[in-house]
C-alpha cells in the first residue's frame, strides 16, 4: 500500500447535497457536514436510516457532486479530479455487483481486467486475497451458489484487485451471519494494522463502529456527533443499567414495559436482563425491578445522542393497536414441523428438522448464511414443498392444502418484495384486494396500516424510492393487512439503524401479546433475546433449540454458559462444524 500513515485522507468542509423528489419537492440528503477521516486509520458512520451516510460515501468516490462546500479526498478536490481519485481509491456499494453466473476467479480477473491489474500483480495479489477471504478452495463455484458471507467476502476481495489508498465499504456486513461479519471484520482490520490502508465505513453495527478509530454520526443529513467511539460512549455514563425483573418476566415484557417510561431512552434485552439508558443519571424507580449500573457502551452513547434530536420518536410510539386479541394457550400448537427434507437435485438444504411453535410464541430462526433458514421459511409459508416429511400451519397440511394455510400467514421476505413503482396507497390496496378485503374493510385496514406504520404522510411517494427504513415498515404492513394467525419475518431488519430495530420489536411484541404467532430469522443476535426460544441451524442441521437462557447454557464453557447470543451462537455452529470435519 501507498498511503502515508499520518495525516488527511477526507476532508469534507460544509458539504451539501439536495436531490429532486418528484417536480417540486427537494429532499436535502447532506446539510453543510464537516468531518476529517485520517490516513491508515478506520473511520465510521453511523446514523438512523436516510441520514445521508451512502450519500456522503458516493460524494467521496466523485460517482455525485456535491452542491455546496467543500470535499477533499487524498489531497484532491473530488469536484475538479473525481477520475483521478477513482484511480486510487476502491469502493465497495452496499449492492456490489458480482456476476453470479461467473466463478469467483472469474469476478476476480473480470474486476483485475477492469481496473487494469497486469498479470505480475495479479500474481501477486491474488494468493493473498484467497488466503484473507478464505475463498481458495471456492475457485470455481459460480458466485451465484455462494453463501451471503462468501459473496460479501467475495465482493471485499474484487474490491480489493488493486491496492488502493483509500477504501470505502458501504455496509459491508448487511445481511452477514455472526461468524462471516467477524471474518470481514478480520480482514478490513488486518489491511489497516499491517498495510496502513484507510477505510471509511458505513455501518448499522455499534459493535463495529467500536472497532473504529474515529466515528461519525449524522442525522438528517447533519453532523451530530464525532470523535473516538469511547468518548461518544462517555455520553451515557452514568445512565447505563443493566434491569433485572424480580418477578418472572421475560426480557421481550419487560423491554417493552420500560421502552413505555418517559424517564427511559431505551431499553434492550441483554442476556436475560434488559440494558437500560435512564435519562437522568441515576436509576428510575420501577416496581418489581433492580437496575445495576453498567459501563456504557457505543450503542448507549448514540441512543442518548438521537433521542436528544427532537424529530425522533419514542419506541413507545411504535407498538401497534389492534382490534381484538386472540386466545393464547401455552399448549395450542398452530406449526407443527416433522423429519422435514428438502432437497435441491443432490444439494439437501434442510436435512430432518423437527420443531413446533405455539401461538402467540415468538419463535427464532438462526444460522449461518447457508444454514437452511429461507427454504425452512418458504416451505412453512407453502412457496415451496418439502421433499419428504410433515409441516402443519394454522391446521393445514402443507403437503395437500398449501392455498388454505397461506390465507392464515403473512410473509415479509429478505428482500423488498413490494412494487417500487407503485405508492404506499396503491401497494395496500392491492395487497388488501389479494387477500380479499373489500369496501369498508378494505378502506378500515388501509387506514390501520397508514397510521399504525406511520405511513401516512408518505403514502402517495413511491415505494421504490423510500428509504429502507420506510420500506420495511410498508413491507410489514402489507403482510398484516388481513390479520394473519401467523407472520413469517425473514431478516427483516438487515440493514436497520438501532432505532429502527427498536421500533419494529415494540410492534412484534405487541402482536405477540395480543395472539399472534411470529416466526423470524435474524443476524443480530441480541434479537434473539427477543424471542420465547430459539432454533440454531447449520447445513440444513437443528444444532440447538430451546429458550435464549437454555441455549446460552447450551454453549457452556468450563460450566459457565455464554455472556450473551453472539458468543453461544458461534461456539454452537463452530463446534458443530468441527465434529463434522473430524467425522469426514
Given at each position: 500500500?501507498?498511503?502515508?500513515?499520518?495525516?488527511?485522507?477526507?476532508?469534507?468542509?460544509?458539504?451539501?447535497?439536495?436531490?429532486?423528489?418528484?417536480?417540486?419537492?427537494?429532499?436535502?440528503?447532506?446539510?453543510?457536514?464537516?468531518?476529517?477521516?485520517?490516513?491508515?486509520?478506520?473511520?465510521?458512520?453511523?446514523?438512523?436510516?436516510?441520514?445521508?451516510?451512502?450519500?456522503?460515501?458516493?460524494?467521496?468516490?466523485?460517482l455525485l457532486r456535491a452542491d455546496a462546500g467543500t470535499l477533499t479526498v487524498l489531497g484532491l478536490d473530488v469536484a475538479t479530479h473525481p477520475q483521478e481519485i477513482q484511480n486510487r481509491i476502491s469502493y465497495m456499494p452496499q449492492r456490489f455487483g458480482l456476476y453470479e453466473d461467473l466463478s469467483v476467479q472469474e469476478n476476480l480477473d473480470l474486476y483485475a481486467d477492469l481496473h487494469g491489474v497486469t498479470a505480475q500483480e495479479r500474481a501477486g495479489r491474488y494468493p493473498r486475497l484467497m488466503e484473507m477471504t478464505a475463498l481458495a478452495p471456492f475457485r470455481d463455484r459460480l458466485a451465484g451458489k455462494l453463501s451471503g458471507g462468501m459473496k460479501q467476502k467475495l465482493g471485499l476481495a474484487c474490491t480489493l484487485?488493486?491496492?488502493?489508498?483509500?477504501?470505502?465499504?458501504?455496509?459491508?456486513t448487511v445481511g452477514v451471519d455472526p461468524l462471516s461479519r467477524r471474518e470481514l471484520w478480520s480482514i478490513v482490520a488486518g489491511l489497516v494494522e499491517n498495510e496502513g490502508l484507510s477505510v471509511l465505513v458505513s455501518t448499522s453495527y455499534m459493535d463495529e463502529a467500536e472497532r473504529c478509530s474515529h466515528v461519525i454520526v449524522l442525522h438528517e443529513g447533519r453532523t451530530v456527533a464525532l470523535g473516538p467511539p469511547q468518548d461518544l460512549s462517555a455520553r451515557a455514563r452514568g445512565h447505563s443499567f443493566i434491569a433485572t425483573a424480580s418477578m418472572q418476566e421475560s426480557a421481550r415484557s419487560l423491554q417493552a414495559r420500560l421502552m413505555d417510561m418517559p424517564e427511559i431512552i431505551d431499553a434492550v434485552p441483554h442476556s436475560g436482563h434488559v440494558?437500560?439508558?435512564?435519562?437522568?443519571?441515576?436509576a428510575a424507580s420501577v416496581p418489581d425491578v433492580r437496575f445495576d449500573p453498567v459501563e456504557p457502551d457505543l450503542e448507549d452513547g448514540l441512543m442518548m445522542l438521537l433521542r436528544a434530536q427532537a424529530s425522533v420518536p419514542p419506541a413507545a410510539a411504535a407498538a401497534i393497536e389492534l382490534a381484538s386479541a386472540r386466545p393464547t394457550s401455552d399448549s395450542e400448537i398452530v406449526i407443527e414441523v416433522h423429519d422435514v427434507v428438502r432437497k435441491f437435485g443432490d444439494f439437501t438444504a434442510v436435512n430432518r428438522t423437527s420443531f413446533d411453535v405455539r401461538r402467540g410464541e415468538v419463535f427464532g430462526l438462526l444460522g449461518p448464511n447457508g444454514a437452511g433458514k429461507t427454504t425452512t421459511f418458504r416451505m412453512l409459508c407453502g412457496l415451496l414443498p418439502a421433499t419428504s416429511g410433515t409441516l402443519r400451519v394454522a391446521g393445514a397440511d402443507l403437503r395437500r392444502a398449501r392455498a388454505e394455510a397461506r390465507q392464515n400467514v403473512g410473509y415479509v421476505a429478505q428482500k423488498f418484495s413490494l412494487y417500487g413503482d407503485l405508492s404506499i396507497r396503491e401497494n395496500l390496496e392491492f395487497f388488501a384486494g389479494a387477500y380479499g378485503l373489500r369496501n369498508s374493510r378494505l378502506k378500515a385496514r388501509i387506514d390501520w396500516a397508514l397510521d399504525n406504520f406511520d405511513l401516512r404522510e408518505r403514502e402517495s411517494a413511491a415505494a421504490g424510492l423510500l428509504p429502507g427504513g420506510f420500506q420495511r415498515r410498508l413491507a410489514m404492513a402489507a403482510a398484516l393487512l388481513h390479520e394473519p394467525q401467523i407472520v413469517f419475518l425473514d431478516e427483516p431488519t438487515s440493514g436497520a439503524d438501532p432505532l429502527a430495530r427498536r421500533e419494529f420489536w415494540r410492534r412484534i411484541t405487541a402482536l405477540a401479546d395480543h395472539g399472534t404467532t411470529i416466526v423470524v430469522t435474524t443476524h443480530f443476535m441480541e434479537e434473539a433475546e427477543y424471542c420465547d426460544r430459539i432454533m440454531i441451524?447449520?447445513?440444513?442441521?437443528?444444532?440447538?433449540?430451546?429458550?435464549?437462557?437454555?441455549?446460552?447454557?447450551?454453549?457452556a464453557e468450563d460450566g459457565a454458559p455464554a455472556q450473551t447470543m453472539e458468543d453461544a451462537f458461534i461456539a454452537i455452529v463452530a463446534n458443530a462444524r468441527r465434529q463434522a470435519q473430524d467425522a469426514s
Amino acid at each position: 500500500m501507498t498511503a502515508p500513515r499520518h495525516g488527511v485522507a477526507i476532508q469534507a468542509r460544509e458539504v451539501s447535497k439536495r436531490f429532486a423528489r418528484g417536480k417540486t419537492d427537494v429532499v436535502t440528503a447532506l446539510d453543510q457536514v464537516s468531518f476529517e477521516a485520517q490516513h491508515g486509520s478506520l473511520t465510521a458512520l453511523v446514523g438512523p436510516d436516510g441520514a445521508g451516510k451512502t450519500t456522503l460515501l458516493r460524494l467521496a468516490t466523485g460517482l455525485l457532486r456535491a452542491d455546496a462546500g467543500t470535499l477533499t479526498v487524498l489531497g484532491l478536490d473530488v469536484a475538479t479530479h473525481p477520475q483521478e481519485i477513482q484511480n486510487r481509491i476502491s469502493y465497495m456499494p452496499q449492492r456490489f455487483g458480482l456476476y453470479e453466473d461467473l466463478s469467483v476467479q472469474e469476478n476476480l480477473d473480470l474486476y483485475a481486467d477492469l481496473h487494469g491489474v497486469t498479470a505480475q500483480e495479479r500474481a501477486g495479489r491474488y494468493p493473498r486475497l484467497m488466503e484473507m477471504t478464505a475463498l481458495a478452495p471456492f475457485r470455481d463455484r459460480l458466485a451465484g451458489k455462494l453463501s451471503g458471507g462468501m459473496k460479501q467476502k467475495l465482493g471485499l476481495a474484487c474490491t480489493l484487485v488493486r491496492s488502493p489508498d483509500l477504501l470505502l465499504l458501504d455496509e459491508p456486513t448487511v445481511g452477514v451471519d455472526p461468524l462471516s461479519r467477524r471474518e470481514l471484520w478480520s480482514i478490513v482490520a488486518g489491511l489497516v494494522e499491517n498495510e496502513g490502508l484507510s477505510v471509511l465505513v458505513s455501518t448499522s453495527y455499534m459493535d463495529e463502529a467500536e472497532r473504529c478509530s474515529h466515528v461519525i454520526v449524522l442525522h438528517e443529513g447533519r453532523t451530530v456527533a464525532l470523535g473516538p467511539p469511547q468518548d461518544l460512549s462517555a455520553r451515557a455514563r452514568g445512565h447505563s443499567f443493566i434491569a433485572t425483573a424480580s418477578m418472572q418476566e421475560s426480557a421481550r415484557s419487560l423491554q417493552a414495559r420500560l421502552m413505555d417510561m418517559p424517564e427511559i431512552i431505551d431499553a434492550v434485552p441483554h442476556s436475560g436482563h434488559v440494558r437500560t439508558v435512564m435519562r437522568e443519571a441515576h436509576a428510575a424507580s420501577v416496581p418489581d425491578v433492580r437496575f445495576d449500573p453498567v459501563e456504557p457502551d457505543l450503542e448507549d452513547g448514540l441512543m442518548m445522542l438521537l433521542r436528544a434530536q427532537a424529530s425522533v420518536p419514542p419506541a413507545a410510539a411504535a407498538a401497534i393497536e389492534l382490534a381484538s386479541a386472540r386466545p393464547t394457550s401455552d399448549s395450542e400448537i398452530v406449526i407443527e414441523v416433522h423429519d422435514v427434507v428438502r432437497k435441491f437435485g443432490d444439494f439437501t438444504a434442510v436435512n430432518r428438522t423437527s420443531f413446533d411453535v405455539r401461538r402467540g410464541e415468538v419463535f427464532g430462526l438462526l444460522g449461518p448464511n447457508g444454514a437452511g433458514k429461507t427454504t425452512t421459511f418458504r416451505m412453512l409459508c407453502g412457496l415451496l414443498p418439502a421433499t419428504s416429511g410433515t409441516l402443519r400451519v394454522a391446521g393445514a397440511d402443507l403437503r395437500r392444502a398449501r392455498a388454505e394455510a397461506r390465507q392464515n400467514v403473512g410473509y415479509v421476505a429478505q428482500k423488498f418484495s413490494l412494487y417500487g413503482d407503485l405508492s404506499i396507497r396503491e401497494n395496500l390496496e392491492f395487497f388488501a384486494g389479494a387477500y380479499g378485503l373489500r369496501n369498508s374493510r378494505l378502506k378500515a385496514r388501509i387506514d390501520w396500516a397508514l397510521d399504525n406504520f406511520d405511513l401516512r404522510e408518505r403514502e402517495s411517494a413511491a415505494a421504490g424510492l423510500l428509504p429502507g427504513g420506510f420500506q420495511r415498515r410498508l413491507a410489514m404492513a402489507a403482510a398484516l393487512l388481513h390479520e394473519p394467525q401467523i407472520v413469517f419475518l425473514d431478516e427483516p431488519t438487515s440493514g436497520a439503524d438501532p432505532l429502527a430495530r427498536r421500533e419494529f420489536w415494540r410492534r412484534i411484541t405487541a402482536l405477540a401479546d395480543h395472539g399472534t404467532t411470529i416466526v423470524v430469522t435474524t443476524h443480530f443476535m441480541e434479537e434473539a433475546e427477543y424471542c420465547d426460544r430459539i432454533m440454531i441451524q447449520d447445513a440444513g442441521r437443528m444444532l440447538a433449540i430451546g429458550t435464549p437462557e437454555a441455549v446460552r447454557a447450551h454453549a457452556a464453557e468450563d460450566g459457565a454458559p455464554a455472556q450473551t447470543m453472539e458468543d453461544a451462537f458461534i461456539a454452537i455452529v463452530a463446534n458443530a462444524r468441527r465434529q463434522a470435519q473430524d467425522a469426514s
